[in-house]
């Protein structure tokens, strides 16, 4: 079975700030993906990164940055210099390499970015 | 299309009606997906299609919902006797590819269409 926690339900910041949104999943498949989406008000779920369980590099996007720690089962995700834009709903979420394709997502964290 | 299509955007019904939801994948797209979203949750994975195939449908909560994608493009998400616990947002997804590289597509998802059962 997979499970995936974001223990952090809200997280307020001001505007400027980093935030770091974590995640810690559950899986016995030796390989795995793990995704990060964003959920506006309007509702889609915009994709912001997959990364497969093969590469524990961290990556950065922009203002965007993910640090995978295969060793704690974690997939924490950085907002460097947040931005009002940011506010959101964001999900992580998890598909394991075997048949099974669909995706587990954790409960959600929603960020407020304050003027 | 350009994105995928999800209608009606909202529906109201009352309870014991039954209703459908519509998916417009992306023109292409092999795989598609329905997911439930309660409110303040993740979404919860409901069913998923390669082509018109139904591989999985471990998802449903009960033999009160039913999808279908007989032509291997548009699909519906059919309640029936709809009952309150049934409201949510219910997401569709779709995906490019049809094996294990689907995931290096990733999953495009729509708007998804708010029920609410009063």
């Known amino acids: 079975a997979q499970k995936v926690t974001q223990a952090q339900t809200e997280i307020s910041v001001v505007e400027k700030e980093d935030v770091t949104l974590d995640c810690v999943y559950e899986?016995?498949?030796?390989?795995?993906?793990l995704f990060w989406y964003k959920q506006p008000p309007s509702g889609e779920l915009v994709f912001l990164i997959r990364?497969?369980?093969?590469?524990?590099q961290n990556e950065i996007s922009g203002r965007y940055s993910w640090n995978f720690q295969k060793s704690t089962s974690s997939f924490n995700f950085t907002i460097t210099a947040s931005q009002v834009v940011d506010s959101a709903v964001y999900f992580c979420a998890l598909r394991p390499s075997g048949s099974a394709r669909q995706l587990t997502f954790g409960s959600g964290t929603q960020l407020t970015v304050l003027p | 299309g350009a994105g995928v299509s999800q209608s009606p955007r909202y529906k109201v019904a009352k309870r014991g009606q039954d209703v459908a939801l519509r998916c417009d994948p992306i023109s292409g797209h092999v795989s598609l997906f329905w997911y439930q979203q309660a409110l303040g949750q993740g979404p919860e994975f409901l069913t998923y299609f390669q082509n018109e195939a139904q591989l999985d449908k471990s998802g449903l909560p009960s033999d009160r919902f039913f999808a279908e994608r007989p032509e291997g493009s548009v699909s519906t998400l059919k309640i029936q006797r709809t009952q309150q616990e049934d409201s949510a947002v219910y997401l569709c997804a779709s995906s490019l590819a049809t094996g294990r590289t689907g995931t290096i597509y990733g999953y495009t998802f729509g708007s998804g269409t708010r029920l609410t059962v009063v």
């Open positions: 990364r497969n369980s093969f590469d524990e």
């Open positions: 899986t016995r498949d030796t390989t795995y993906y």
